[in-house]
């Protein structure tokens, strides 16, 4: 088996920045404090003061009210994307989605035998200028049962989706009667900027379903996520669920942790983490200028790289591979996975050193996988 040197194939956050000490704390307060509710179960809502410490992180990025009743701990925020699926459909049915999305997504979607329909990704989101012409293309008979968008820091293209298309979704949504699952679980990931508002801040349409998770800002192995709806569609999606609820435990921890906010370790774990990515970012545009392009995304996990047509992507694969060097194709991201001129990588788990050393080996990997001597033909990701 190759060793992975240099793995960039999946998102994870980064192990040298886990606050350890403060964890090992929480863990014991929370043992201390709730180790009679450990003995019980708590319903489809799960544990109350987490909920009321996310609802909390919700209500302090949004600025609007965010009650705690309205929300439900999950599984990580893919129990949530199942659970929304399996409650608004049926095999066969459309769903709406960005032509490239999350493949843990896709994969659901397929199991669950959606059909899905998507549209194209731009430097400002979802093309959501196109969305009213698709639904008319579909007809009433092929009406999508629910829009699935990552509005923020796009898994895996970095992008945001603007202020305008963001407004102008809700409002064809609301007008067709078309439910929204707005996925934000890299949306405290932030790097730059101001962060862009949730679809639930934007407006009071029922049919919008909100995912986050403390898997990007924490740890995934907490395995902890939410969403939030109101009360007609929460009572659907909890219909479904029959596990009893979430890990209590795990719960407990985290809410011991983040008792006074979320934002002061947050904020230093995306200290470590922008070094990362703009490592990343400036290695490729040094090293690999000639024959790619990226994202310099202002929050997430992942930059996604665009190269010539003339790649041959088997040959990519075996020549990185051999150099150590590992990353997540296009194809793994594209809804009927087509092999698009494009690669994702997750440089959160990466050590520093070891990222600096490899970009110039993917560029390297990249002109040799090449059947062209051609100019590269583009500028940016999405020109």
């Not at 403060?22 to 809502?45: C, M, P």
């Not at 699952?181 to 101001?194: K, Q």
Request: charged fraction near 25%.
């Amino acid at each position: 088996m190759l060793e992975r040197r240099y793995d960039f194939a999946v998102g994870r956050t980064n192990p040298e920045t886990f606050p350890v000490q403060r964890v090992q704390r929480a863990a014991h307060a929370a043992i201390a404090n709730e180790y009679e509710e450990l003995t019980n179960y708590h319903g489809k809502l799960g544990h109350a003061p987490l909920r009321r410490v996310m609802a909390q992180r919700e209500s302090e990025r949004e600025g609007v009210a965010v009650d705690a009743e309205s929300l439900a701990l999950t599984n990580g925020s893919m129990q949530a994307v199942t659970l929304i699926a399996e409650a608004l459909t049926q095999p066969g049915d459309a769903v709406i989605c960005e032509e490239v999305t999350y493949g843990g997504t896709i994969a659901a979607y397929r199991a669950l035998g959606l059909k899905m329909i998507g549209l194209p990704v731009d430097k400002n989101g979802m093309r959501v200028d196109l969305l009213e012409a698709k639904l008319d293309e579909l007809g009433a008979a092929r009406k999508p049962k629910f829009i699935y968008a990552l509005t923020t820091y796009q898994n895996p293209t970095g992008a945001n989706l603007s202020l305008q298309r963001r407004r102008a979704l809700i409002d064809i949504a609301a007008e067709r009667d078309i439910p929204i699952v707005e996925d934000n679980c890299y949306g405290d990931v932030h790097y730059d900027g101001d962060k862009p508002p949730a679809l639930y801040a934007l407006s009071d349409y029922e049919g919008i379903v909100y995912l986050c998770s403390l898997s990007k800002i924490l740890a995934p192995g907490l395995r902890l996520g939410y969403f939030i709806a109101k009360p007609k569609l929460l009572e659907t999606i909890l219909a479904r669920r029959h596990d009893a609820g979430g890990n209590y435990l795990a719960a407990a921890v985290v809410a011991e942790l983040y008792k006074d906010g979320v934002w002061a370790l947050t904020e230093e774990l995306n200290d470590a983490l922008r070094v990362k990515k703009n490592l990343v970012v400036d290695g490729l545009a040094e090293w690999g200028e000639d024959v790619c392009a990226c994202s310099n995304p202002s929050g997430g996990l992942f930059v996604w790289v665009r190269f010539p047509a003339d790649v041959d992507q088997n040959k990519l694969a075996r020549i990185a591979a051999e150099r150590q060097f590992f990353y997540a194709p296009g194809a793994n991201f594209h809804i009927h996975g087509e092999a698009v001129p494009y690669l994702r990588l997750a440089f959160g788990h990466v050590p520093d050193d070891a990222i600096a050393e490899s970009m110039p080996i993917l560029a390297q990997c990249l002109r040799e996988a090449r059947t062209s001597n051609a100019a590269k033909g583009f500028r940016g990701i999405f020109d």
